[in-house]
């Protein structure tokens, strides 16, 4: 693994069923994040996670659950998927900067999710 | 609220210089990300300004106002490859990121 990869690479989902996304991370990076993205809107924050134990809502967190078992892992799941969460999904990491400095992210390749 | 304002679309003609805008409102701030994006792909980070001035790195350099809330990302010698999305994003006050929209610049040769 190089860098941060996420599965699937896309999926098709009957409404109602449940279902998780995967993301890990092989650079030691204390805080990752998953963010959808919608044509004509910018990136919106779903959760992250600060550290491994931690996790936090973002910007539109309903419908979407996540945990953090570990530094490496950060799995989205999705527990009644609904047609509106129809999208692109990213996952990013982050390393913590010095004295709360904010560090660039690294995003994954995506998975795209299409809700019938 | 939080905005952040990036032009929809842009066209510029290969190895001409071009200017993308952004201009932000949000609850404080502790810098801002330009990243690019590629149809299909995902964002790769391209600068950080958190004081103000022109940060230059290669052929792309990045300009930040705080006062006036405003950023510019000035591509020059434009190829084709540089056919992209450009994403503009500011750190607010809890340090979360705020995405702008997007600008998608077409590049012609």
């Known amino acids: 693994i190089a860098g941060i990869t996420q599965a699937p690479t896309s999926q098709i989902l009957a409404a109602g069923r449940r279902m998780t996304l995967r993301c890990t991370q092989d650079?030691?990076?204390?805080?990752m994040y998953w963010y959808r993205q919608d044509l004509g809107l910018g990136l919106r924050l779903i959760h992250y996670?600060?550290?491994?134990?931690?996790?936090g809502k973002g910007e539109v967190p309903d419908g979407y659950s996540v945990s953090r078992a570990n530094t490496d892992d950060f799995p989205l799941t999705l527990a009644s998927a609904v047609p509106s969460q129809t999208s692109v999904y990213f996952c990013?990491?982050?390393?913590?900067?010095?004295?709360?400095?904010?560090?660039?992210?690294?995003f994954g390749p995506g998975t795209r999710l299409t809700v019938l | 609220g939080q905005n952040i304002d990036q032009p929809t679309e842009m066209t510029a003609t290969e190895g001409a210089i071009v200017q993308i805008n952004c201009t932000y409102q949000?609850?404080?701030?502790?810098?801002l990300f330009w990243y690019q994006q590629h149809a299909g792909e995902a964002p790769t980070f391209l600068s950080y300004n958190v004081l103000d001035g022109l940060e230059e790195k290669g052929r792309f350099s990045s300009f930040l106002s705080r006062s006036k809330g405003y950023s510019y990302l000035l591509l020059k010698e434009l190829q084709m490859k540089d056919s992209a999305s450009y994403l503009c994003?500011?750190?607010?006050?809890?340090?979360?990121?705020?995405w702008g929209a997007g600008t998608k610049l077409i590049i012609k040769p």
């Open positions: 994003a500011v750190v607010d006050s809890n340090y979360q990121l705020i």
């Open positions: 996670s600060n550290t491994a134990g931690t996790t």
């Open positions: 949000t609850s404080g701030f502790n810098g």
């Open positions: 990013a990491s982050s390393d913590s900067g010095v004295g709360g400095a904010f560090n660039e992210q690294f």
């Open positions: 650079m030691r990076h204390n805080a």
